[in-house]
């Protein structure tokens, strides 16, 4: 069974810092990874995801992930946070469904706090 | 398109009664699913269906909690009595059901509190 690990349950930052958070995975086979950002009284959105090719991929509102299979990691990054971007953060692994599809398992998450 | 449309978006019942959550899909997506969401467990996956059809329920924590699709454009879930312990945010997620690296839409959830 799959099974993601978030170890940062809150993180701080200065706005205008860079930003990394933590994602290890433990899959089978080659995983479809995801990144979702949930604001307070949300539901989760989508902010990039991996499944094949190039290992940095690219997402919305500046944020980019690095896949490293010798790391089972997923860790995603931002050159410069914005107090905007103070939410919570998800990693999810996801496993293809017979008939089309894939089901989510995702992380604990890690709260994400910017400061002014 | 609206996304994915859960309703209520609060429910305070005491402990003891039903609730009924309910969802609408997203035009034209064929899987749904339910996550529950509590600080000590973070996001849980209860039950998804494929085609209106529950395809795996092994994460519906008791025989009070309860899931159908009877279309493809309605979902609820249903606790049956509710106990204080199943206070939480309650998800419904929908998506195309097609690819295997296609996301998951989600609803603003349900935050239910038994007292």
């Known amino acids: 069974a799959q099974s993601v690990t978030q170890p940062d349950i809150h993180i701080t930052v200065s706005e205008g810092a860079s930003l990394e958070l933590r994602c290890n995975y433990s899959?089978?086979?080659?995983?479809?990874l995801f990144w979702y950002v949930q604001s307070p009284g949300q539901g989760l959105q989508l902010l990039l995801k991996?499944?094949?090719?190039?290992?940095l991929v690219q997402g919305i509102k500046g944020f980019e992930a690095e896949f490293k299979r010798s790391q089972s990691s997923f860790n995603l990054r931002k050159p410069s946070v914005h107090w905007s971007d103070a939410a919570e953060y998800f990693c999810?692994?996801?496993?293809?469904?017979?008939?089309?599809?894939?089901?989510?398992?995702f992380g604990t998450g890690t709260q994400l706090k910017v400061e002014l | 398109d609206a996304g994915v449309i859960q309703s209520p978006r609060h429910e305070v019942t005491e402990m003891g009664q039903e609730v009924t959550l309910r969802c609408k899909p997203i035009s034209g997506h064929n899987s749904l699913f339910w996550y529950r969401q509590t600080m000590m467990r973070g996001l849980e996956l209860l039950i998804y269906f494929n085609n209106n059809v529950p395809i795996d329920d092994s994460g519906m924590p008791e025989d009070r909690f309860s899931a159908k699709m009877p279309n493809a454009s309605f979902s609820t879930l249903k606790i049956q009595p509710s106990e204080p312990r199943d206070s939480a945010v309650y998800f419904c997620?929908?998506?195309?059901?097609?690819?295997?690296?296609?996301?998951?839409?989600f609803g603003s959830g349900t935050q239910l509190s038994v007292l």
């Open positions: 991996y499944f094949s090719g190039d290992t």
């Open positions: 999810a692994v996801g496993a293809g469904l017979t008939g089309g599809g894939n089901k989510l398992t």
């Open positions: 997620a929908s998506s195309l059901g097609q690819l295997d690296n296609e996301k998951l839409f």
């Open positions: 899959y089978g086979a080659t995983p479809y």
